[in-house]
């Protein structure tokens, strides 16, 4: 069992920035994929950017250029560099992480980010 918590949302304008962070405890593997989705009202959760087991990452073209994902050393935290946010960027953010050769995905509860105009 993995447990998965985010933290660094919040309320900011148009232009600014935010820092999101995503603790994970329990049966977590020092091999894992860990990745951030977000979920605005009404839509379906998408994808925003993940970093694969040898530190490659892939961004949601909407956000290519202003976010940065990265991860701690031992791999038991994911964190989101948020630059230059808009308010289409306003969504629920989750956390996920996958185990390297294990088929379970876990999520975070989800942390609000909402960027006003």
């Known amino acids: 069992q993995v447990q998965l918590v985010e933290s660094g949302g919040g309320l900011v304008q148009a232009g600014g920035s935010l820092r999101l962070s995503c603790a994970a405890s329990g049966s977590v593997f020092s091999i894992n994929t860990m990745g951030w989705y977000r979920q605005a009202p009404g839509k379906q959760r998408e994808l925003v950017a993940i970093i694969d087991i040898v530190g490659s990452t892939n961004y949601a073209d909407s956000v290519k250029d202003r976010f940065s994902i990265s991860r701690n050393n031992a791999k038991t935290a994911v964190y989101l560099q948020m630059n230059n946010l808009k308010p289409e960027d306003t969504a629920v953010y989750y956390c996920?992480?996958?185990?390297?050769?294990?088929?379970?995905?876990?999520w975070g509860p989800g942390t609000q980010v909402t960027v006003s105009s």
């Open positions: 996920k992480l996958k185990n390297y050769q294990q088929t379970n995905e876990y």
